[in-house]
């Protein structure tokens, strides 16, 4: 079955840069979109990034534009999240998850565990 296992969380000060992985497997993704949300405490799960195995067309949600990138390698079956310039309102638990293209994260999606980010002012 499709396993995504995420790292690179962490606690890091305003301004700062953190780098985070999603290692990918159990099938073949070149189908397949892979995406991070992130969920602050109190709050819904919302859309951070999304990339296509295939071609890597990215899409960002306006908040982390030009400050974020994700990108993906597709040897190593694994996305990553560049964040930069990091702000108090980015603390959150980071998710990554997979769907087949043009279907939902939400309804058809595969999920991982989560990543703790935590920035402080």
């Known amino acids: 079955q499709v396993q995504l296992v995420e790292s690179g969380g962490g606690l890091v000060q305003a301004g700062g840069s953190l780098r985070l992985s999603c290692a990918a497997s159990g099938r073949t993704f070149s189908n397949y979109a892979m995406g991070w949300f992130r969920q602050a405490p109190g709050k819904g799960r919302e859309f951070v990034a999304q990339i296509t195995w295939s071609a890597g067309n990215t899409y960002y949600a306006d908040s982390v534009k030009g400050r974020f990138t994700i990108s993906r390698d597709n040897a190593k079956n694994t996305v990553y999240l560049q964040m930069n310039n990091l702000k108090p309102e980015d603390t959150a638990v980071y998710y990554c998850?997979?769907?087949?293209?043009?279907?939902?994260?939400?309804?058809?999606?595969?999920w991982g565990q989560g990543t703790q980010v935590t920035v402080s002012s």
């Open positions: 998850a997979t769907t087949p293209l043009g279907s939902s994260f939400r309804t058809n999606g595969y």
